[in-house]
């Protein structure tokens, strides 16, 4: 069975500096989704970024970057030039190549930022 | 268009109380899922379906029930409720299209309290 792991359960960046939050995965696959999801305080769950693994480019959306390491199973999200707005509960996530609809979470981290 | 939708919002049962978490989307989505959130634990898979009909277990299914009438709607049943059910439950959906990496579309969450 597939397990994600996030080992920081919190974390804090001064505004406009970056942050890296951690995450590890366990699976004996070799095609997969990584994902990053934010969870503000209103509980909604936003999705920040995705990863392919079959790609070898880490992805990039604005602030937020990714570095997959697959043959070490690491998937750390950096946030760059962090804003207030950044502060939320973030989740690693893994989801199989063929299991659409079925996501294994990591534990969270909770990002605070400081003005 | 709505995307998710979840009711009730906050719910307060007695142990024993059975009760449906309600989830509907208009996006057409065939991949539908509920999780449970508890603090330090992330989001956990309690059912998922892949279509009208079909349904299958996740991570946590035990004293859940679920059916899939029609490809809107994805009612998540209690039996017979107990405090370890005490959670936030999110219901999400996405697509089957084979080119869709799978951005799952998150509900806003209902809160239950079994006392």
Redo the contacts between chains.
Sequence with gaps: AQTVTQSQPEMSVQEAETVTLSCTYDTSESDYYLFWYKQPPSRQMILVIRQEAYKQQNATENRFSVNFQKAAKSFSLKISDSQLGDAAMYFCAYRSYNQGGKLIFGQGTELSVKP | NAGVTQTPKFQVLKTGQSMTLQCAQDMNH????W?RQDP??????IH???GAGITDQ??VPNGYNVSRSTTEDFPLRLLSAAPSQTS?Y?C?????ESWS????Y?G??TRLTVL
Excluded: H, K
């Design positions: 065939e991949y539908m899922s999780y330090g634990m992330g989001l956990r898979l998922y379906s892949v996740g991570e936030v999110f999400a959906s996405s697509s089957l990496v799978d951005t799952q998150f806003p969450g």
